[in-house]
């Protein structure tokens, strides 16, 4: 309990940060707040840092209430960093980083029934001079969101089937030689949530439910890092889940994306639940370039007592394909 209880404590600081955002969002002009890459204090840490990124932002769809008949879109993306020194007095070392990223999103309402499907790829390299190529993010995410509105159109039933896992394999550099942690599968996770959502704004959701959880690790060796007893590839957790999403744009061309997510497994003590914290403050510039800012944090026990950070800062192209 010395190690959960600071990291609880930390978690709530944070759960009462978003819950001021949303607040202050629904009464008057929205706070800023949201999600970031900080590409060199990564890779400072020496660590992968999209091991146990499974982080929702952009993917948590709100099907619109003037919504008729299907609406699509499809956005494709590409940032990059870059430093170079070259007999520099204050020294530094040579880097290029650049991360590809694609996310499509449907959304259907017909009467009183909705479809939402969100879809999220990336991936990420970054070489530094004198260590190689390192990963610094990657991420498969795919949301599906059924829906049916009650009479008071605020309040509706929904199920939701989720999956998320990663392309590539990731290292551990803290070790010698590094330790990989990760691989395609191993870990990915199957998510079924079904309860009840409710909807004052287009821009704020508050869900709660039943879930089921089910994580996949196709790599055996690295059962154990994610809770499976050693040499199993399959596990099984019933619980409940809560969320909150909020997506506004709070001033000219700058969107903020922020959501909170728990998943507690009903046969272990509350102290093992999942917590998701994230997000994302995003910048155009034009109808091409973008800046955006992130920032994830997670706490999962089966990977680990303390919590996971994400920062992300970063530049790049943006095209609208559909």
């Given amino acids: 309990m010395k190690v959960i209880i600071p990291q609880i404590n930390i978690m709530i600081k944070y759960h009462s940060f978003i819950l001021f955002l949303v607040i202050t969002a629904l009464i008057s002009t929205p706070a800023l707040s949201q999600e970031a ?157 079904g309860g009840i959502a409710f909807q004052p704004e287009d821009y704020f959701t508050a869900e709660a439910g039943l879930a089921m959880k089910e994580t996949i690790i196709s790599d055996t060796d690295l059962s154990t890092r994610y809770g499976l007893e050693p040499g199993e590839s399959f596990r099984f957790e019933p619980g409940y889940s809560l969320a909150m999403n909020f997506e506004k744009k709070i001033v000219s061309n700058v969107r903020l994306i922020s959501s909170v997510e728990t998943f507690t497994n009903m046969q272990r003590h509350i102290d093992n639940t999942d917590v998701n914290f994230s997000n994302e403050l995003i910048g155009k510039i034009n109808n091409y370039l973008n800046m955006s800012f992130q920032f994830v944090m997670v706490y999962d026990s089966d990977f680990s007592r303390e919590l996971q950070i994400k920062q992300v800062l970063s530049a790049g192209l943006s095209y609208s394909i559909l």
Avoid: C, H
């Avoid at 993306?77 to 990223?101: C, E, F, K, M, R």
């Avoid at 995410?141 to 939701?160: C, H, P, Q, T, V």
């Fill in 37 to 193: 890459i900080e590409i060199s204090r990564l890779l400072e840490n020496d660590s992968d840092i999209s091991v146990r990124d499974m982080s929702n932002v952009n993917n948590k769809v709100v099907v619109s209430d003037t919504l008729r008949g299907w609406t699509v879109d499809w956005v494709g993306g590409l940032n990059g960093s870059q430093a170079s020194y070259d007999n520099w007095s204050q020294g530094g070392v040579n880097t290029i980083s650049v991360t590809a990223s694609t996310v499509f999103n449907a959304k259907y309402r017909k009467g009183k029934f909705a479809y939402a499907l969100a879809t999220n790829f990336k991936y990420g390299k970054s070489r530094i001079e004198d260590e190689g190529t390192r990963k610094t993010d990657d991420r498969i995410a795919i949301n599906n969101k059924f829906s049916y509105l009650f009479d008071d159109e605020r309040w509706s039933a929904f199920g939701n089937i989720n999956f998320s896992t990663q392309f590539d394999q990731g290292f551990d550099y803290s070790t010698d030689p590094p330790t990989v942690i990760s691989r395609f599968f191993a870990p990915a996770y199957f998510t079924q949530i």
